[in-house]
């Protein structure tokens, strides 16, 4: 990924080169976030050459600014106190300020104390960006994010042998209400501080969301109930009436696509009344909730109103109880599968595949892969049934430890290494004392799925690299290794040939994930396309039925979103029809679906041509070796089978990827920039669609 360096930018680089006595190179230039700083600084009039000082308030005001950020002060005091034991001995200095960039408090080990660099940063010292330059704590706060400055990325030179790293604390209404920053020597500095502060101020974030919202109801929300607890739950306020109020940066990003936005009602964002939900909450611990895309969430109730008692809940009115029910069982659940239930489901699909000897010959490659205990790459467009697939090498491993999924798309960034690796006892405030295994170690002895593996951070996969190497898994903050057993699957829809092409994948990852390669075919392409489309509307009403030309009618559609787009649209059809059943000599008929009928809950003809444009740009053409020979397989041995649908203007996997995002953008255009019927009408997730419209995409 090309960083793009505009004239401003060049001429802050060459400013700040100048005072320094050298040039870097171009590959040597910092990152976007130390050069829009320099250009701030250079904006600001500052002289990177000069000393610097940074203004000190006065006692009084200092005591008034303690006061007025008095409650999340105290929170980001027991923060530094635990990053304090975590990072001893390693020459550190913490920090906490305010949204001004004054120092409100500081934690720091004696020899940094006594060095010449720590005299200037004292409690009330200013270090806000205008006064003090590119510093961790004044550029999270003009930066809006997390950032890491190192030695001589500092726009003074005084500060060239110390190392920060720094991030924004913001309350329950995304305001910025202050910033933890961790500061070293360049030479001392800890691999994981990044990781450490950006979690601490999570942790922050997330207390004083539900100390703010105490009086109203406060959900967490994860694909995975036993993450429920952790730091990467994403947290929801609603009042009584069911409106959001607020959420945290990690609930946006588990409902990216929907519009959750401070006063939408919660059954625009759920499939249920909030009505059923806050009475289900206020009976059980942990429930199931399904959005308006699909997705399945666990979620624990944090905080309830002081009146929303269980005897409250119970007194809500039995004809809205029984409504809600009616209404959410009208809609066929998708709830995650438990331990153990993957086999049903990796059986159900078999059904309905044996008739393909595509997928038949993917299915057996698998099988043979998973008894050598090598790694897997799954590749196929969005809905085709990747972890089905990793199901089924799981079950045909014969390994008796548990199968885990990971969505890579779907974890932050900064938290990613911990979920990953897991950490150390007591990495932030109110984590388990014995630390976190992490997710890798939790598949000992099963199988890893890593999902969307094109999404892992670059910084991901150079540890991910090492672990396949080793099979030494060492917590975050951690100092001991422990070897784990895991049969390892990644998947995923993206060209990872090109990803490596644009540097941002490691070809040395590829080569390790790529022993074998297998690629399942897009449904429009299936030979048993029919079987499918039975075996899933059973699924969903096991008294429905299709007219044959309503399944020649189906198989028009060009079905970009794969099964999860069929699942959809028969859902549609159900929904359609009438309540009430036709009853002959007594006993009741499913629905009976028409070409018609089907027809009307088939997106339009323009969004079917867009869509099954944008799905030609992304079919892949992989050798899957030892695969039986299948119709599909052309001439030849069977070695090189073609699974997929190429770019019918032909074209490299750049202007492929180029092509794509173009169509992306146009499409956000027509639908009013909403992603979630973006998403629909190309019939991709919601995260690619994200993924196309960052700047590095195009």
């Given at each position: 990924?090309s960083?793009?360096?505009s004239?401003e930018?060049?001429?802050?680089?060459?400013q700040a080169?100048?005072a320094?006595?050298?040039?870097?190179?171009?590959?040597?230039?910092?990152?976007?976030?130390i050069l829009?700083s320099?250009v701030?600084?250079m904006?600001?009039g500052l002289?990177?050459a000069?000393?610097?000082?940074p203004?000190?308030v006065?006692a009084?005001?200092?005591?008034?600014?303690?006061e007025r950020?008095a409650?999340v002060r105290?929170?980001?005091q027991?923060e530094l106190?635990?990053l304090?034991?975590?990072?001893?001995g390693?020459n550190?200095?913490?920090?906490?300020a305010?949204p001004?960039?004054?120092?409100?408090d500081?934690?720091?080990?004696?020899?940094f104390?006594m060095s010449a660099?720590?005299a200037?940063?004292v409690p009330?010292?200013?270090?806000s960006?205008?006064v003090?330059?590119t510093?961790?704590l004044g550029?999270?706060l003009a930066h809006?994010?997390a950032v890491?400055v190192t030695g001589l990325?500092h726009y003074?030179l005084g500060l060239?042998?110390i190392?920060c790293?720094a991030?924004?604390v913001?309350?329950?209404?995304?305001e910025?209400v202050?910033?933890?920053?961790?500061s070293?020597y360049?030479e001392?500095?800890?691999?994981?501080t990044?990781a450490l502060?950006?979690?601490a101020?999570t942790h922050i974030?997330?207390?004083?969301?539900?100390q703010?919202m105490?009086a109203?109801w406060v959900?967490?929300?994860?694909?995975?109930?036993?993450y429920?607890?952790t730091?990467?739950?994403?947290?929801l306020?609603?009042?009584?009436?069911?409106?959001?109020?607020?959420l945290?940066?990690?609930?946006q990003?588990l409902l990216?696509?929907?519009?959750?936005?401070p006063?939408?009602?919660?059954?625009?964002l759920?499939?249920?009344?909030?009505a059923?939900?806050?009475?289900r909450?206020a009976?059980q611990?942990?429930?199931?909730l399904?959005d308006r895309?699909g997705s399945?969430?666990?979620?624990?109730c944090?905080?309830?109103?002081?009146?929303?008692?269980?005897?409250g809940a119970?007194?809500a009115p039995?004809?809205?109880?029984?409504?809600?029910?009616?209404a959410?069982?009208?809609?066929p659940?998708?709830?995650a599968?438990?331990?153990g239930?993957?086999q049903t489901l990796?059986?159900q699909h078999?059904?309905?595949?044996?008739?393909d000897?595509?997928?038949?010959?993917v299915y057996?490659?698998?099988?043979?892969?998973?008894?050598?205990?090598v790694?897997?790459?799954?590749q196929g467009?969005?809905?085709?049934g990747k972890?089905?697939l990793a199901?089924?090498?799981?079950?045909a491993?014969g390994?008796?430890?548990?199968f885990?999924?990971?969505?890579c798309?779907?974890?932050?960034?900064?938290?990613f290494?911990a979920?990953l690796?897991?950490?150390?006892?007591?990495a932030?405030?109110?984590?388990?004392?014995?630390?976190?295994?992490g997710l890798?170690?939790?598949a000992?002895?099963?199988?890893l799925?890593?999902?969307?593996?094109?999404?892992?951070?670059?910084?991901l996969?150079a540890g991910?690299?090492?672990f396949?190497?080793?099979q030494?898994?060492r917590?975050v903050?951690g100092?001991q290794?422990?070897?784990?057993?895991?049969?390892?699957?990644?998947?995923?829809h993206?060209?990872?040939d090109?990803?490596?092409?644009?540097?941002s994948f490691?070809?040395?990852l590829?080569?390790?994930l790529?022993t074998?390669?297998?690629?399942?075919?897009?449904l429009?392409?299936?030979?048993?396309?029919?079987?499918?489309?039975?075996?899933?509307?059973?699924?969903l009403?096991?008294r429905?039925s299709?007219?044959p030309?309503?399944?020649?009618?189906?198989r028009?559609?060009?079905?970009p979103?794969n099964f999860?787009?069929l699942r959809?649209?028969?859902?549609?059809a159900?929904?359609?029809q009438?309540?009430e059943?036709?009853?002959?000599?007594?006993?009741s008929?499913g629905?009976?679906l028409?070409a018609?009928?089907?027809?009307?809950v088939?997106?339009p003809?323009?969004?079917q041509?867009?869509s099954?444009r944008?799905s030609?740009?992304?079919?892949?053409s992989?050798?899957?070796?030892?695969a039986a020979?299948?119709?599909?397989?052309?001439?030849g041995s069977g070695a090189d089978v073609?699974l997929?649908?190429?770019?019918?203007?032909?074209?490299?996997?750049?202007?492929?990827r180029?092509?794509?995002?173009e169509?992306?953008r146009?499409a956000?255009?027509?639908h009013?920039?909403?992603v979630?019927?973006t998403?629909r009408a190309l019939g991709i997730?919601?995260?690619?669609?994200?993924?196309y419209?960052?700047?590095?995409?195009?």
């Amino acid at each position: 990924m090309s960083l793009v360096i505009s004239p401003e930018r060049q001429l802050a680089h060459a400013q700040a080169m100048r005072a320094r006595g050298s040039a870097l190179p171009p590959e040597g230039m910092p990152g976007p976030e130390i050069l829009d700083s320099w250009v701030r600084c250079m904006r600001a009039g500052l002289d990177a050459a000069r000393g610097m000082t940074p203004p000190v308030v006065v006692a009084a005001d200092l005591a008034q600014r303690r006061e007025r950020w008095a409650r999340v002060r105290r929170l980001a005091q027991g923060e530094l106190e635990t990053l304090a034991q975590q990072i001893a001995g390693s020459n550190y200095l913490l920090a906490y300020a305010d949204p001004d960039g004054v120092i409100l408090d500081l934690y720091q080990d004696n020899r940094f104390a006594m060095s010449a660099d720590a005299a200037g940063i004292v409690p009330g010292s200013c270090w806000s960006e205008a006064v003090a330059g590119t510093n961790g704590l004044g550029t999270a706060l003009a930066h809006g994010g997390a950032v890491a400055v190192t030695g001589l990325e500092h726009y003074f030179l005084g500060l060239g042998q110390i190392s920060c790293t720094a991030a924004p604390v913001r309350d329950a209404s995304g305001e910025v209400v202050g910033v933890l920053d961790a500061s070293s020597y360049f030479e001392s500095r800890q691999r994981h501080t990044q990781a450490l502060v950006q979690m601490a101020a999570t942790h922050i974030e997330n207390r004083l969301l539900v100390q703010q919202m105490a009086a109203h109801w406060v959900l967490a929300v994860h694909p995975r109930s036993e993450y429920l607890g952790t730091l990467s739950a994403g947290l929801l306020a609603f009042d009584e009436q069911g409106r959001l109020l607020c959420l945290n940066a990690r609930g946006q990003q588990l409902l990216v696509g929907l519009q959750a936005v401070p006063g939408v009602q919660f059954d625009e964002l759920f499939d249920e009344p909030f009505a059923l939900a806050s009475a289900r909450l206020a009976r059980q611990r942990e429930v199931s909730l399904r959005d308006r895309l699909g997705s399945v969430l666990g979620a624990a109730c944090i905080s309830r109103p002081r009146f929303a008692s269980l005897a409250g809940a119970r007194a809500a009115p039995a004809a809205v109880v029984a409504a809600a029910t009616a209404a959410s069982a009208a809609i066929p659940a998708t709830p995650a599968p438990a331990a153990g239930s993957h086999q049903t489901l990796v059986q159900q699909h078999h059904t309905s595949v044996q008739q393909d000897h595509a997928v038949q010959a993917v299915y057996a490659q698998a099988s043979r892969a998973a008894r050598w205990q090598v790694p897997v790459l799954i590749q196929g467009e969005t809905g085709t049934g990747k972890e089905l697939l990793a199901r089924h090498v799981h079950d045909a491993s014969g390994r008796r430890g548990d199968f885990v999924a990971v969505n890579c798309g779907a974890i932050p960034a900064e938290l990613f290494e911990a979920e990953l690796f897991g950490y150390a006892g007591g990495a932030y405030t109110g984590a388990r004392r014995e630390g976190h295994a992490g997710l890798i170690a939790s598949a000992d002895g099963g199988t890893l799925l890593l999902d969307e593996i094109r999404e892992l951070p670059l910084t991901l996969q150079a540890g991910l690299l090492r672990f396949l190497d080793d099979q030494q898994v060492r917590p975050v903050g951690g100092t001991q290794s422990r070897r784990v057993d895991v049969q390892l699957v990644a998947a995923t829809h993206a060209d990872l040939d090109a990803a490596v092409a644009a540097r941002s994948f490691r070809e040395d990852l590829l080569y390790r994930l790529n022993t074998v390669r297998l690629c399942l075919p897009p449904l429009r392409e299936r030979q048993d396309f029919a079987a499918c489309v039975q075996a899933l509307l059973r699924q969903l009403d096991s008294r429905a039925s299709l007219e044959p030309a309503a399944i020649e009618r189906l198989r028009q559609h060009r079905w970009p979103g794969n099964f999860r787009e069929l699942r959809s649209v028969l859902t549609r059809a159900l929904l359609a029809q009438a309540p009430e059943p036709a009853a002959v000599h007594g006993a009741s008929l499913g629905p009976r679906l028409t070409a018609e009928q089907v027809a009307a809950v088939l997106p339009p003809a323009a969004a079917q041509s867009s869509s099954s444009r944008m799905s030609s740009l992304q079919g892949f053409s992989f050798d899957v070796p030892w695969a039986a020979a299948s119709p599909r397989a052309g001439h030849g041995s069977g070695a090189d089978v073609r699974l997929g649908a190429l770019d019918e203007r032909g074209g490299g996997c750049a202007g492929l990827r180029e092509q794509s995002g173009e169509l992306v953008r146009q499409a956000l255009q027509r639908h009013g920039g909403s992603v979630s019927q973006t998403a629909r009408a190309l019939g991709i997730s919601r995260t690619t669609v994200y993924r196309y419209l960052r700047p590095e995409a195009g």
